[in-house]
């Protein structure tokens, strides 16, 4: 089946069933969206892109950016990365606190939230205006200059901040970070808080779905060892604790964030993003998953 019928056909079975989930409210901006939405945006490698639903909507990506901070870093700093942050499934919600006490503030991953934390003191350290250059690398990954943050959902966050608080502070106890807390606090709630649309999403991913190189301009970005090592991370770490399942599942990488957006890879053939703000308890899109769920089996293809 072509990509194009199976898109068709994930979006009138999502459209059918009946939808269950809860929209994220612990950021209250992020509880304003509505609930219906559902987009998806496949970027093939091959020139044949596809799409159904609010694919062209802007949403908050919020924990889907971990993993473009993290190549960032990863590609400042190179190997020296892995004393600060390691390579491990948690096995926890994405804002726990139990295993850094005993772990000595390194956090388990890059992609939870503690790991992304110890990655924006990173990249704090290493640019000299890091918002800027942050959503400047961003925007030359996607082909385009049209995104930006919301400033009003980064507030939103902060004020309601204590577990990430709680987290960099535990770190920095530790010795883990480096620069001022509210600093990296800061920059952390405006990095998550970029808006993108599906097709923008797809097309940012595509850089791990060409094995580092840049789609759009033909430039290698990082080394396919670095891709092939992030694409790893993100399908044993990239769905909070529910990375197995979605492994299980799907059966390709991809990250999920908060707002509903999960991006997903098959290298060297595809990116695609989907969009549903209904999360499970796990706080994954229930309709993402099963979105990709369908993709992988319907075209029976998947890296397994
Ligand atoms: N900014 C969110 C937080 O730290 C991101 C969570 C997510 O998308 O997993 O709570």
Known sequence: MEYKQIIDKIFSAVKAEKATGKVADYIPELATISADKFGIYLF??????CEAGDSREKFSIQSILKVLSFTLAFELVGEKIWERVD?????????????????????????????A????????SELNDP???????????AGTS???????????????????????????????????????????????????????LARTF???????????????????SKSKRISAIMQTCGFYD????????????????????????????????????LLNDKGNSVRGMKALEMLTTLSEASVF
């Open 44 to 49: 093939g490698l091959d020139g044949k892109n």
């Open 131 to 141: 918002e800027k250059e942050f959503i400047g690398f961003v925007k030359e990954l």
């Open 87 to 115: 390579v491990e499934p948690s096995g926890t919600a994405f804002n726990s606190l139990v295993q850094l006490e005993y772990e000595k503030g390194i956090p388990r991953n890059p992609l939870i939230n503690a790991g």
């Open 242 to 277: 529910e990375a197995g399942e979605f492994t299980f599942r799907v059966g390709i990488p991809g990250k999920s964030g908060v707002g509903g957006g999960i991006a997903a890879v098959y290298p060297g053939h595809y990116s695609v993003a989907v969009w549903s703000p």
């Open 146 to 200: 049209e995104i930006n943050y919301n400033l009003r959902i980064a507030a939103s966050e902060k004020a309601h901040a204590y577990r990430n608080a709680a987290l960099v502070n535990l770190m920095k106890s530790f010795g883990n970070i480096h620069n001022n807390t509210d600093r990296v606090l800061d920059f952390y709630f405006t990095i998550c808080s970029i808006e993108m649309t599906c097709q923008e």
């Open 206 to 224: 595509t850089l791990f779905a060409n094995r580092g190189i840049n789609h759009f301009t033909g430039n290698r970005v990082i080394s396919s």
């Open 117 to 124: 934390l110890v990655i924006c003191d990173i990249l704090i």
